[in-house]
């Protein structure tokens, strides 16, 4: 990767309105993002698609959307009051903090010494109700809820074991250094399941969930040879996990981790049934044996999954003798499917056609873009930097100059830059796929 591969992902995301820098008419405000037009698509596309893949076609789960703020007696159960926290060192000459596991013996910025290291913990406080409320926080992830809401889908739904709980939401860190762009940040999204299985069950269900992951990725578009697998070792697990796999990504500035699988055993029931004074045991109807189901835990998150994309879709070639960047997404995310010009903007009869095909396209497709901004060379520029991977272009000959091509039209191929012939009908197969 050339060194300044990150430089030029970065600079694309905002040119292009993927991803803006949180309040940036204010100064910006370190750790926060906004996403833009492209972006958003990008991110809604692979959250429905995880969605689809984990949730609606499959037996064995169900979704909940729990609340960001909890109970804090919730987040005292899992141990995230007392124990969710990075190292923190102060310079004592420019007083900057920086995470201790992250920096050498003395401050980057200024060279000064570091005071003794203490324990910052990450969750974001906040008062709840009128004056002098109640302390609560953002939830630092979305297993929480999930976990808290265990007896009313066993209640609701009466799920037969293994079963899984998924969530998609936003959670909330307080890091010391946000940094990398959106690899940290502190506000993100995370994709959660829990897995409940028989405890004697769990080395299965594991394995299985180890390769789902790996189709995840292959179903977004991350190349498998970008990612690996690494065994955590038990002094570098969380409190709650009895096994973890960290997937690690080889990002731009470095091979970081972009999902996590852990076997956090019955360490969260146990803790929340202690603590609520709820009944969490699952009752098995054909032994009538009561018992708390150990849990197997995929998580994943969007905004990695993002920056994952990017970096390993962005490319840069010569095409036609010039110089071009452009984003190889796999159409399954690609924000835009397609795009539609008129070979002229300035024939009424072009456009009107064009306008038609349009139209027709979006009913089966309604991520297509219509462009008739500039001539045709810029607009495959355009679509390429955006990652759309056909261009569609409507002719004279669609019009039926040349009777043996009329209601056909130009199909171009992002990444080859190949343009074909295809009828109508072909057309929103190939790109609806």
Same mark, same amino acid.
């Given at each position: 990767?050339?060194?300044?591969?990150?430089?030029?992902?970065?600079?694309?995301?905002?040119?292009?309105?993927?991803?803006?820098?949180?309040?940036?008419?204010?100064?910006?405000?370190?750790?926060?993002?906004?996403?833009?037009?492209?972006?958003?698509?990008?991110?809604?596309?692979?959250?429905?698609?995880?969605?689809?893949?984990?949730?609606?076609?499959?037996?064995?789960?169900?979704?909940?959307?729990?609340?960001?703020?909890?109970?804090?007696?919730?987040?005292?159960?899992?141990?995230?009051?007392?124990?969710?926290?990075?190292?923190?060192?102060?310079?004592?000459?420019?007083?900057?903090?920086?995470?201790?596991?992250?920096?050498?013996?003395?401050?980057?910025?200024?060279?000064?010494?570091?005071?003794?290291?203490?324990?910052?913990?990450?969750?974001?406080?906040?008062?709840?109700?009128?004056?002098?409320?109640?302390?609560?926080?953002?939830?630092?992830?979305?297993?929480?809820?999930?976990?808290?809401?265990?007896?009313?889908?066993?209640?609701? *739904?009466?799920?037969?074991?293994?079963?899984?709980?998924?969530?998609?939401?936003?959670?909330?860190?307080?890091?010391?250094?946000?940094?990398?762009?959106?690899?940290?940040?502190?506000?993100?999204?995370?994709?959660?399941?829990?897995?409940?299985?028989?405890?004697?069950?769990?080395?299965?269900?594991?394995?299985?969930?180890?390769?789902?992951?790996?189709?995840?990725?292959?179903?977004?578009?991350?190349?498998?040879?970008?990612?690996?697998?690494?065994?955590?070792?038990?002094?570098?697990?969380?409190?709650?996990?009895?096994?973890?796999?960290?997937?690690?990504?080889?990002?731009?500035?470095?091979?970081?981790?972009?999902?996590?699988?852990?076997?956090?055993?019955?360490?969260?029931?146990?803790?929340?049934?202690?603590?609520?004074?709820?009944?969490?045991?699952?009752?098995?109807?054909?032994?009538?044996?009561?018992? *708390?189901?150990?849990?197997?835990?995929?998580?994943?998150?969007?905004?990695?999954?993002?920056?994952?994309? *990017?970096?390993?879709?962005?490319?840069?070639?010569?095409?036609?003798?010039?110089?071009?960047?452009?984003?190889?997404?796999?159409?399954?995310?690609?924000?835009?499917?397609?795009?539609?010009?008129?070979?002229?903007?300035?024939?009424?009869?072009?456009?009107?056609?064009?306008?038609?095909?349009?139209?027709?396209?979006?009913?089966?497709?309604?991520?297509?873009?219509?462009?008739?901004?500039?001539?045709?060379?810029?607009?495959?520029?355009?679509?390429?930097?955006?990652?759309?991977?056909?261009?569609?272009?409507?002719?004279?000959?669609?019009?039926?100059?040349?009777?043996?091509?009329?209601?056909?039209?130009?199909?171009?191929?992002?990444?080859?830059?190949?343009?074909?012939?295809?009828?109508?009908?072909?057309?929103?197969?190939?790109?609806?796929?």
């Amino acid at each position: 990767m050339p060194e300044d591969r990150m430089e030029k992902i970065v600079s694309l995301a905002k040119r292009r309105g993927f991803i803006y820098p949180g309040s940036e008419i204010y100064g910006g405000f370190s750790g926060f993002w906004d996403y833009g037009p492209y972006g958003i698509e990008l991110k809604n596309n692979i959250k429905q698609l995880w969605w689809r893949m984990f949730v609606q076609e499959r037996e064995d789960m169900c979704g909940v959307d729990a609340a960001i703020i909890m109970n804090p007696e919730a987040w005292k159960a899992s141990g995230h009051v007392a124990g969710f926290a990075d190292p923190l060192v102060e310079c004592t000459k420019c007083k900057r903090r920086f995470r201790a596991d992250q920096v050498g013996d003395t401050c980057p910025e200024c060279g000064g010494s570091f005071g003794e290291v203490r324990q910052f913990n990450m969750m974001f406080s906040t008062q709840v109700g009128a004056a002098d409320g109640a302390l609560s926080y953002l939830r630092p992830e979305t297993a929480g809820g999930i976990f808290a809401n265990f007896k009313n889908v066993v209640d609701s *739904l009466h799920p037969k074991l293994p079963f899984g709980i998924a969530q998609i939401g936003k959670a909330f860190r307080n890091e010391i250094a946000p940094r990398d762009f959106v690899f940290r940040s502190r506000e993100f999204e995370q994709m959660e399941i829990e897995y409940f299985v028989r405890p004697g069950e769990w080395e299965a269900a594991f394995e299985e969930w180890r390769e789902q992951v790996h189709a995840f990725n292959e179903a977004v578009g991350i190349p498998r040879s970008l990612v690996h697998e690494i065994e955590v070792a038990p002094e570098d697990r969380a409190h709650y996990s009895k096994r973890t796999i960290d997937f690690e990504f080889d990002f731009p500035f470095g091979r970081k981790e972009l999902y996590g699988l852990a076997y956090r055993t019955d360490f969260d029931l146990k803790a929340h049934a202690q603590a609520s004074g709820a009944d969490l045991t699952y009752l098995d109807e054909s032994s009538k044996e009561r018992f *708390l189901p150990h849990v197997i835990e995929p998580s994943f998150g969007v905004d990695r999954t993002v920056l994952a994309l *990017l970096s390993a879709a962005y490319a840069e070639d010569d095409l036609g003798g010039e110089s071009r960047t452009y984003l190889k997404f796999n159409p399954a995310v690609a924000p835009i499917k397609a795009a539609v010009f008129p070979l002229l903007k300035n024939k009424p009869e072009l456009v009107a056609k064009a306008r038609e095909v349009y139209a027709m396209l979006k009913k089966s497709v309604p991520q297509v873009m219509w462009d008739d901004n500039g001539n045709i060379g810029k607009r495959y520029r355009r679509q390429d930097e955006i990652g759309t991977p056909y261009c569609i272009t409507v002719d004279f000959d669609t019009l039926g100059e040349k009777p043996e091509l009329k209601d056909t039209v130009t199909l171009r191929d992002r990444d080859t830059g190949r343009q074909e012939r295809v009828a109508l009908a072909e057309m929103i197969a190939r790109v609806a796929v």
